[in-house]
């Protein structure tokens, strides 16, 4: 059974592993049909998650429709999370992280979630024309009003989130993180611990190619929008593939697979760190929940750790249309 975890200082308990959601409607190819996205969510719940994440950015909102429709027979046991900051919805229209802008997001999440409140919201990317103070302010008139329960950032960096947090304290940080992308080692994570505050990676499985199931050959549908992602060029899949090869290696030691590794590596690192692995198969839901079952012992950690260092990772992680989901 999946353990749960604090983010915050104000008890917002959630399973260990959540379920990203955002893969169902957008960014990887075709979208999936609403009766197969509503089944995988129905079953990640039923498996024992409640953690669950969306975004207005989405799909304008049809990631949240399909959400709603599928937890809302069980929407008091679970934990829902959704972001605001982007113009119209759209993360190619650039940011827009103004009061009024966020009350809109928040008024339209609440009616295609089909829910009375959201439990944890996020600022989906800084947005360097609004004060951050501006957009906690609001946050907690949202909170008086009941609509919204705890705050969130995301891709925020270390003065944004002291900021943040003093205004109105933050429950959680959502940022990549994973063996593939460990740039939050160096400052963000002390803060988080520091300021106990939760920390939700995504892509903790790289995006995917952390599972194994990719090669420098694999050819992505051509809306998948890892085309543009420089880290997924042919060369530097091939590139990376020493991480690939270390993984794999571990898990055959471990008799487990390369993503469930992957994925028990990141609970292993702070207690208050919750992954939102997303898939489309339910065949992949159940193997990611597996981690939760994958004991690495502090020797198994010092052997990754060791290899890991003599790995370098080579290429950007994001370009062209997508610029908009760095760090500002």
């Not at 957008?26 to 009766?35: R, S």
């Not at 946050?139 to 003093?166: M, N, P, Q, T, Y």
């Amino acid at each position: 059974m999946i353990k749960t975890r604090i983010l915050g200082t104000h008890g917002l308990e959630v399973s260990e592993l959540g379920l990203g959601c955002m893969g169902l409607t957008f960014g990887y190819g075709t979208a999936t049909d609403e009766k197969t996205g509503i089944e995988l969510i129905r079953k990640a719940y039923d498996l024992g998650v409640t953690f669950f994440d969306t975004a207005e950015a989405y799909s304008k909102g049809g990631n949240e429709i399909v959400l709603g429709k599928a937890v809302k027979s069980f929407r008091e046991n679970i934990v829902l999370a959704t972001k605001f900051g982007f113009k119209d919805g759209d993360p190619n229209a650039g940011l827009d992280s103004s009061p009024n802008r966020i009350r809109q997001v928040v008024e339209n999440s609440l009616q295609f979630l089909q829910t009375d409140y959201i439990d944890l919201l996020y600022q989906h990317r800084v947005d360097p024309d609004v004060p951050i103070e501006d957009v906690a302010g609001t946050i907690k008139d949202l909170i008086k009003e009941g609509k919204v329960k705890h705050w969130g950032l995301s891709e925020a960096g270390v003065d944004i989130i002291r900021k943040a947090h003093f205004e109105q304290p933050v429950t959680a940080l959502q940022s990549e993180y994973s063996m593939f992308y460990r740039e939050p080692e160096k400052e963000i994570i002390p803060l988080l611990e520091e300021l106990s505050i939760g920390f939700v990676p995504f892509s903790p499985l790289g995006k995917g190619f952390l599972t194994g199931a990719m090669t420098s050959e694999t050819k992505f549908e051509s809306t998948d929008f890892r085309n543009t992602v420089p880290r997924f060029s042919e060369e530097n899949r091939k590139a990376n593939q020493a991480l690939v090869d270390l993984v794999k290696q571990i898990a055959t030691q471990k008799q487990a697979t390369p993503a469930q590794i992957a994925l028990a590596w990141l609970l292993s690192q702070k207690p208050f760190i919750a992954p939102i692995p997303g898939t489309t198969k339910i065949h992949r839901l159940e193997e990611n929940i597996g981690s939760t079952s994958v004991e690495l012992t502090p020797d198994d950690l010092q052997q990754i750790e060791t290899a890991l260092k003599e790995i370098e990772i080579v290429g950007e992680r994001y370009s062209g249309n997508y610029k908009n989901f760095v760090n500002k």
